[in-house]
């Protein structure tokens, strides 16, 4: 049995299709795709990914802003996108809403386990707004205590989205001149050190490259940052080392060039089997 799952921002979900999200649709091997920074209304969702899939999303309460959604094959039998769960228990605020959404694959590998597919779009933050770091330091704190509480309860649960953190000095093209911006400050990194060790989870694309710079998923709008590959590794799947185990392959499937994005994010695609 095998599993692809892809996750993107797509960086308005209204935007993406109009530039050619739609052509990527028709030829990926995805089952199931996590989308993040949807900024549409959930009811305009379905007719936004067209025939053949089944999606649920959360839109945020601050219009215009965020958004996550979770998108399936409607040939696929093991889900059932009305149990959904939107938002993290217990953290409050309208700046918290549509960045945290879980479903539930019912025994994909055959194994007996449920997998939990959690789509996320953290905070972004800004230094000289402290105010933007106070929440992501805040979400990030309850997204830890509920996925210690997800790989506690025994199945296979993989976190996948806009994560908004480069980890390492290898997921950042120009990692010394941001050592001190939002998205590369210690304190947001070791997050992401104490999640990939003590807690139990595993950076799946990274496993899948080995070390070395990149692979990019994100490159600024600015300057030559796409053309000169000047990018950050900040779109993850971090998996339970079970299900971390069962991968095959991972890409990115970046662009052919500038002209031809429908998002300043490339989709990540890993295969489970």
């Known amino acids: 049995m095998t599993l692809t799952l892809a996750t993107v921002n797509v960086n308005g979900l209204r935007a ?3 530039k050619g999200m739609p052509d990527w649709l028709a030829t990926t091997s995805a089952d199931v795709i996590t989308l993040q920074e949807v900024r549409a209304p959930d009811e305009l969702l379905a007719g936004l990914v067209g025939e053949g899939w089944s999606i649920v999303g959360e839109a945020s309460q601050l219009k215009g802003r965020a958004g996550v959604a979770v998108a399936v094959r409607t040939s696929r039998e093991d889900v059932d996108l009305e149990t959904a769960r939107r938002g993290l228990p217990g953290l409050e605020g309208d700046a918290h809403t549509g960045r945290w959404m879980e479903v539930d694959l019912e025994d994909p590998f055959g194994d007996g386990r449920t997998l939990t597919v959690i789509s996320c779009y953290m905070h972004s933050g800004n230094t000289e707004k402290p105010q933007t ?14 996925l210690e509480e997800l790989r506690a309860a025994g199945g296979h649960v993989v976190l996948t989205g806009d994560i908004n953190i480069a980890h390492a000095e290898w997921d950042i093209k120009n990692w010394k001149g941001n050592l001190k911006s939002a998205g590369f400050l210690p304190e947001e990194r070791a997050y992401l050190d104490r999640l990939t060790s003590e807690g139990g989870y595993t950076d799946v694309h990274r496993r899948l490259h080995g070390d070395g710079p990149g ?28 299900l971390a185990s069962r991968a095959a392959t991972a890409q990115v499937d970046r662009a052919p060039s500038y002209d031809t994005r429908w998002s300043d994010h490339a989709p990540l695609v890993i295969s489970y089997s």
């Open 16 to 18: 993406a299709a109009r």
């Open 133 to 146: 770091m106070t929440d992501k330091y805040a979400f990030l704190d309850v997204a830890m205590a509920r």
């Open 215 to 242: 692979p990019y998923t994100w490159w600024s709008q600015r300057g030559k940052a796409f053309d000169n590959d000047s990018g950050w590794r900040i779109d993850y799947q971090l998996a339970t080392e079970d």
